[in-house]
């Protein structure tokens, strides 16, 4: 019991390393110092947390999805390994299932649950309240450390085979439609943005950069490039007088085409 | 010029720690925004002391969509309050350039932080505490994260100080020459280009559906594809920004989503 409370406080603080400067700290390779400290065998939970760390290594957040997560993954793992005695490949085998089924518990959070407190936030906004906008950041983030303490701790106290369970249970068009909803959610933020910046003159410009991307898969830095050269040249066009009269009759010709976008 | 509104080194030092927790509150809907005003309103508490219209503006301003390399967000913050500061004593200054150049510089700023943090610095650092640690050296994880730590922090601090004073200078320049108008234009095209980019490679949507069967199945996504790319992405994007025109509220928009994902895959049309 108190051993499942020290590695749910371990998961808990290692999560609070994006409250800490992203500074790696929910690392296997320091995690698993951790475990061993709390495990009794603080060579073996480095070793481990070594041999994890590399497994790990490619598993990085890039753009918009998240890998499996590495915390609760690596602490129960190394964990259950220490305690049954068995060896580092057994560690990579339990931590698989166990860091997916987190990985969906975060995906929930991450899309559902944060985006409502920022709603809170909005609101907050209009009146000017500062405070309550810190609040809802704070709750955000230790919400979720809360939430991979609790089922580092839940998880260990009842052992590894129930959480491979109770993946089995979840419907997998409930996983699957939460993957879909979870890639079309940045489309809701995009569309905000947009729609403080676009007028009726700019809108094309949305379109080159929609294409340029979906056409060519050259990478946000490169289309940001061309983008800037492209935006310094028509600055330039504009300022010399030869693309002024153009704009202004663009803004004249355009308005019905995009009222119904 | 009002005294009362000038930012000191301790007002940018306390943004400095409060940009620690910039992915602290990361979401799928607007990313880094909630902890970038978070990091913020000690500055723009400052700026707008006695523009309590000013603040409410500047608070929904900085909840807009924000994503970038965590480590180096300060040089952003930075620049950031040096245009909130000019926007605070001008009544002339665009209010939307703020946000422009943030969203312009994201993109470039996370492609240089990304590869150097998440690439290179990363990798130094585990490989150097992995070849410790795998010999059951306690000193593997605290040599991974000083190595990572320290020039990460440095760069950070440096970082923050250094966007402000780009940020004046970079202003007061514009505003000298009058150019702060073409700056803002550009900056607008720039920046509707990266989130038409954006778009285009965050926002995934793709369908399984198969007309016919066996070898001769045509696979509706191929189709779609030679119609055109991202043809669903886009065709989401569109709903989205139609539906907030008509006032519908995010949230509704967001569980609407949660709800046409678990459908559509119910009945196997994603």
Same mark, same amino acid.
């Given at each position: 019991m108190i051993t499942a409370f020290l590695l749910g406080l371990i998961a808990f603080v290692s999560q609070?390393?994006?409250?800490?400067?992203?500074?790696?700290?929910?690392?296997?390779?320091?995690?698993?110092?951790?475990?061993?400290?709390?495990?009794?065998?603080?060579?073996?939970? !480095?070793? =481990?947390?070594?041999?994890?760390? @590399?497994?790990?290594?490619?598993?990085?957040?890039?753009?918009?999805?998240?890998?499996?997560? !590495?915390?609760? #993954?690596?602490? @129960?793992?190394?964990?259950?390994?220490?305690?049954?005695?068995? #060896?580092?490949?057994?560690?990579?085998?339990?931590?698989?299932?166990?860091?997916?089924?987190?990985?969906?518990?975060? *995906?929930?959070? *991450? #899309?559902?649950?944060?985006? =409502?407190?920022?709603?809170?936030?909005?609101?907050?906004?209009?009146?000017? *309240?500062?405070?309550?906008?810190?609040? =809802?950041? @704070?709750?955000?983030?230790?919400?979720?450390?809360?939430?991979?303490?609790?089922?580092?701790? !839940?998880?260990?106290?009842?052992?590894?085979? !129930?959480?491979? *369970?109770l993946l089995k249970m979840i419907p997998t068009f409930v996983q699957r439609g939460l993957e879909v909803a979870t890639g079309i959610i940045p489309a809701l933020g995009f569309a905000m943005l947009a729609r403080l910046l676009l007028n009726k003159e700019l809108v094309v410009y949305l379109f080159l950069g929609f294409f340029i991307a979906a056409y060519t898969g050259i990478p946000l830095t490169g289309i940001a490039i061309f983008g800037a050269i492209l935006a310094i040249i028509l600055v330039n066009v504009s300022s010399n007088g030869v693309g002024v009269r153009e704009t202004v009759s663009n803004t004249q010709g355009g308005e019905l085409e995009d009222e119904d976008f | 010029m009002k005294t009362s509104n000038k930012i000191t080194d301790k007002d940018l030092n306390r943004v400095f720690l409060r940009s620690f927790s910039m992915e602290f509150s990361w979401n799928y809907e607007r990313q880094m925004s909630l902890a970038y005003v978070y990091a913020m309103i000690p500055a723009l508490k400052k700026l707008y002391a006695d523009n309590r219209e000013g603040l409410i503006k500047a608070l929904k301003r900085h909840l807009e969509f924000f994503n970038m390399t965590p480590h180096i967000v300060t040089l952003m913050l930075g620049i950031s309050i040096a245009m909130e500061k000019e926007n605070s004593e001008s009544d002339s200054f665009d209010e939307n350039s703020i946000n422009n150049i943030k969203t312009a510089l994201m993109g470039p700023l996370s492609g240089i932080g990304d590869s150097f943090f998440w690439g290179t610095l990363r990798l130094i650092a585990t490989g150097i505490g992995t070849s410790l640690a795998l010999k059951g050296n306690i000193l593997g994880p605290i040599i991974f994260l000083l190595i990572f730590n320290i020039p990460h922090i440095i760069i950070r601090y440096i970082f923050t100080k250094m966007g402000y004073r780009l940020g004046t200078e970079f202003l007061s320049r514009l505003e000298k020459t009058g150019t702060m108008k073409k700056v803002t234009y550009g900056a607008s095209i720039l920046g509707l280009i990266v989130i038409g980019a954006m778009t285009s490679q965050m926002v995934s949507l793709t369908t399984p559906l198969a007309i016919g069967q066996g070898e001769g199945a045509v696979v509706v996504q191929n189709i779609l594809n030679d119609i055109m790319p991202g043809i669903l992405p886009l065709a989401t994007f569109g709903a989205v920004y139609y539906l907030l025109g008509k006032n519908v509220k995010p949230l509704t928009i967001l569980l609407g989503m949660a709800i046409f994902g678990i459908l559509g895959s119910f009945i196997g049309i994603f």
């Open positions: 609070c390393e994006y409250a800490l400067g992203t500074s790696l700290i929910c690392r296997p390779i320091v995690t698993g110092l951790l475990t061993g400290i709390v495990m009794g065998d603080i060579k073996a939970g !480095v070793i =481990m947390g070594a041999t994890l760390e @590399l497994a790990f290594i490619g598993s990085f957040s890039v753009g918009g999805s998240l890998p499996p997560d !590495v915390i609760t #993954g690596g602490i @129960l793992a190394i964990a259950f390994s220490i305690a049954s005695k068995s #060896g580092v490949e057994t560690v990579l085998l339990l931590a698989l299932p166990i860091a997916t089924f987190t990985l969906i518990m975060k *995906n929930l959070y *991450n #899309g559902i649950i944060i985006p =409502m407190l920022l709603h809170k936030a909005d609101d907050y906004a209009s009146e000017g *309240n500062c405070k309550g906008i810190e609040r =809802m950041h @704070l709750l955000s983030g230790f919400g979720l450390s809360l939430l991979l303490g609790v089922i580092t701790f !839940v998880a260990f106290y009842l052992g590894g085979d !129930v959480i491979t *369970n | -």
